[in-house]
């Protein structure tokens, strides 16, 4: 019997042996001896040029941040990624050949964190300097740059899979805000598609600033006496708010007592239980019971609570049943995902946008006198007013776009008398979240609520710059037909907008003043196709 074949097994394995350790060496030659594209150059200066060839303006960027700050503050690599070059012998080399290597360094304190970034989701973040702590292992960049990596202090993860699988986009990128700080940058314009061929602009935005972020994270880090990084989640874990939580089947007031989101200014039962019913990041939806809550799902809904309120209020009154908020599409992490607007200061100072205006001014008024009086019997209030807290969608209607600001308060059952001083976990480290290192402060009493507060902050803010000139002044002359008829509301308009915004004026004439104010701005509104909101309606009907 030939045996032959046996022998030359041995001799097969040794050849196939030998060509790995031929390729290794090869990859630590070019490794070495001979940057690859992408690769970082360093200067004398302690700074970075990362992949230069492949991002082009993207690493001056880089670049001058390292310089500046001595470590990144923002994920530049998706930049990167997202403009770079695939190599021929990388595609070879790889086992996927839609792999992209690139290496970025930046200092940081006090250690320097070497990031390898990759064209595929599955990104990977080693540290490299001083030796890592025990709890600290690789992350993904993903995973750090959404705040997956401080689960379950976060909002939640039901959108995290379009995020994954690259059917939501960042436009940041490639529309830098150059007047706002990088620490201080909170929300980023982005795309969403659920079919990989219509995409729909929305709004990623994290529940606060990275720098409000990152300070909550060492305040709660140093409440039990670590300096250095921490377990968020295991610190909140063992706080008595939540573990009064976890023990209960029910949203309780006293559970919420305390925190500075204005939702929860006056909390009563039937306000909570709505909460509970609408929160969209567990499985099963609907029931005011938190049995079907994990131990995970309660910190998430507590954490949410006490930092930014507005993903609770865009699920508690959804546009799909008159309400005037964008959808609510989800959130990954500490990022939150909502439909896209135009903001409102687009339309200041242009005569020819003076009609538009007028349309907007109507609809304020509308939407505030509809939080305040709905069939649910919950009061919607303004606590401040922003610019940016409303926005125009494509058929110009008006939108909340910020709900971070909006109390609520129960007209059915009411809210308790306000205690002379706090009680229950009014001073624990949740009642502090989000406000980074300014001192916490307690909300005034809700019998302080006015039914024409939000009224007067429309009437002090906004409607003035919408219907009025730079000198106070109604128009002169308005591009619009019956010019004659806008002319005789010169002296009205700008006289019942000082006593709308008169907080000393009674509320029947504040509201009166409202009334009068709408009855002259409802027949000036333009009717034509651009306004699809309202229109053929708006011709056939004077309603709308």
Same mark, same amino acid.
């Given at each position: 019997?030939?045996?032959?074949?046996?022998?030359?097994?041995?001799?097969?394995?040794?050849?196939?042996?030998?060509?790995?350790?031929?390729?290794?060496?090869?990859?630590?030659?070019?490794?070495?001896?001979?940057?690859?594209?992408?690769?970082?150059?360093?200067?004398?200066?302690?700074?970075?040029?990362?992949?230069?060839?492949?991002?082009?303006?993207?690493?001056?960027?880089?670049?001058?941040?390292?310089?500046?700050?001595?470590?990144?503050?923002?994920?530049?690599?998706?930049?990167?990624?997202?403009?770079?070059?695939?190599?021929?012998?990388?595609?070879?080399?790889?086992?996927?050949?839609?792999?992209?290597?690139?290496?970025?360094?930046?200092?940081?304190?006090?250690?320097?964190?070497?990031?390898?970034?990759?064209?595929?989701?599955?990104?990977?973040?080693?540290?490299?300097?001083?030796?890592?702590?025990?709890?600290?292992?690789?992350?993904?960049?993903?995973?750090?740059?959404?705040?997956?990596?401080?689960?379950?202090?976060?909002?939640?993860?039901?959108?995290?899979?379009?995020?994954?699988?690259?059917?939501?986009?960042?436009?940041?990128?490639?529309?830098?805000?150059?007047?706002?700080?990088?620490?201080?940058?909170?929300?980023?314009?982005?795309?969403?598609?659920?079919?990989?061929?219509?995409?729909? @602009?929305?709004?990623?935005?994290? /529940?606060?600033? +990275?720098? =409000?972020?990152?300070? !909550?994270? *060492?305040?709660?880090? #140093?409440? &039990?006496?670590?300096?250095?990084?921490?377990?968020?989640?295991?610190?909140?874990?063992?706080?008595?708010?939540?573990?009064?939580?976890?023990?209960?089947?029910?949203?309780? @007031?006293?559970?919420?007592?305390? /925190?500075?989101? +204005?939702? =929860?200014?006056?909390? !009563?039962? *039937?306000?909570?239980? #709505?909460? &509970?019913?609408?929160?969209?990041?567990?499985?099963?939806?609907?029931?005011?019971?938190?049995?079907?809550?994990?131990?995970?799902?309660?910190?998430?809904?507590?954490?949410?609570?006490?930092?930014?309120?507005?993903?609770?209020?865009?699920?508690?009154?959804?546009?799909?049943?008159?309400?005037?908020?964008?959808?609510?599409?989800?959130?990954?992490?500490?990022?939150?995902?909502?439909?896209?607007?135009?903001?409102?200061?687009?339309?200041?100072?242009?005569?020819?946008?003076?009609?538009?205006?007028?349309?907007?001014?109507?609809?304020?008024?509308?939407?505030?006198?509809?939080?305040?009086?709905?069939?649910?019997?919950?009061?919607?209030?303004?606590?401040?007013?922003?610019?940016?807290?409303?926005?125009?969608?494509?058929?110009?209607?008006?939108?909340?776009?910020?709900?971070?600001?909006?109390?609520?308060?129960?007209?059915?059952?009411?809210?308790?008398?306000?205690?002379?001083?706090?009680?229950?976990?009014?001073?624990?480290?949740?009642?502090?979240?989000?406000?980074?290192?300014?001192?916490?402060?307690?909300?005034?009493?809700?019998?302080?609520?006015?039914?024409?507060?939000?009224?007067?902050?429309?009437?002090?803010?906004?409607?003035?710059?919408?219907?009025?000139?730079?000198?106070?002044?109604?128009?002169?002359?308005?591009?619009?037909?019956?010019?004659?008829?806008?002319?005789?509301?010169?002296?009205?308009?700008?006289?019942?907008?000082?006593?709308?915004?008169?907080?000393?004026?009674?509320?029947?004439?504040?509201?009166?003043?409202?009334?009068?104010?709408?009855?002259?701005?409802?027949?000036?509104?333009?009717?034509?196709?651009?306004?699809?909101?309202?229109?053929?309606?708006?011709?056939?009907?004077?309603?709308?």
């Amino acid at each position: 019997m030939d045996h032959s074949h046996y022998e030359r097994q041995p001799h097969w394995k040794e050849r196939k042996k030998e060509r790995e350790r031929e390729r290794d060496r090869e990859r630590e030659r070019e490794r070495g001896d001979k940057p690859a594209e992408g690769a970082e150059t360093k200067h004398a200066d302690g700074g970075s040029e990362v992949c230069s060839a492949a991002c082009g303006p993207c690493a001056q960027q880089i670049t001058a941040e390292c310089r500046a700050h001595g470590r990144c503050l923002q994920p530049w690599a998706l930049c990167c990624t997202a403009v770079g070059v695939w190599s021929s012998k990388e595609r070879r080399k790889e086992p996927r050949p839609w792999r992209q290597r690139t290496t970025k360094t930046c200092l940081s304190e006090p250690e320097i964190v070497k990031m390898t970034w990759w064209r595929h989701p599955s990104t990977v973040v080693e540290a490299a300097g001083t030796p890592p702590a025990p709890q600290q292992k690789a992350l993904s960049l993903q995973r750090a740059f959404l705040g997956l990596d401080k689960c379950n202090a976060c909002v939640g993860t039901s959108i995290c899979k379009k995020l994954m699988k690259d059917q939501i986009r960042f436009d940041w990128w490639m529309f830098p805000d150059t007047t706002l700080p990088l620490a201080e940058k909170k929300s980023f314009p982005g795309n969403l598609t659920d079919d990989s061929l219509n995409w729909r @602009p929305v709004v990623l935005s994290f /529940l606060s600033s +990275p720098r =409000l972020h990152s300070s !909550s994270d *060492r305040s709660i880090c #140093r409440s &039990v006496g670590r300096q250095g990084p921490c377990s968020i989640e295991a610190i909140l874990r063992v706080t008595p708010r939540f573990q009064s939580l976890n023990q209960s089947h029910l949203l309780l @007031p006293h559970i919420v007592k305390g /925190l500075a989101p +204005p939702l =929860l200014r006056c909390p !009563s039962q *039937r306000l909570l239980d #709505r909460v &509970v019913r609408r929160y969209a990041e567990v499985v099963d939806v609907g029931s005011v019971q938190m049995k079907h809550f994990s131990e995970r799902d309660k910190l998430r809904l507590l954490y949410t609570l006490a930092v930014n309120q507005q993903p609770l209020i865009l699920q508690m009154f959804p546009g799909t049943e008159g309400w005037p908020f964008p959808r609510y599409q989800g959130s990954c992490g500490r990022l939150m995902v909502w439909a896209s607007s135009r903001p409102l200061w687009g339309l200041y100072g242009s005569s020819r946008e003076f009609v538009q205006r007028l349309d907007v001014a109507y609809q304020l008024l509308q939407i505030t006198q509809g939080l305040g009086h709905n069939s649910l019997g919950f009061l919607l209030y303004y606590t401040r007013l922003g610019e940016d807290m409303f926005g125009l969608l494509d058929d110009q209607r008006v939108f909340i776009t910020d709900a971070s600001s909006i109390g609520v308060i129960d007209l059915e059952q009411g809210f308790p008398p306000d205690p002379p001083s706090q009680t229950g976990f009014g001073g624990d480290i949740f009642s502090c979240l989000g406000q980074g290192a300014s001192p916490c402060h307690r909300s005034p009493p809700c019998s302080s609520v006015r039914p024409t507060q939000s009224l007067t902050l429309l009437c002090t803010a906004l409607l003035p710059r919408l219907l009025l000139t730079e000198r106070g002044t109604w128009p002169t002359r308005l591009p619009m037909e019956g010019e004659a008829e806008a002319g005789k509301l010169a002296k009205d308009v700008p006289l019942l907008l000082g006593v709308c915004a008169d907080p000393s004026q009674p509320d029947w004439r504040i509201m009166a003043a409202v009334g009068s104010l709408m009855d002259l701005l409802k027949p000036m509104r333009p009717c034509n196709p651009h306004y699809t909101y309202r229109y053929p309606e708006c011709r056939y009907n004077q309603d709308y």
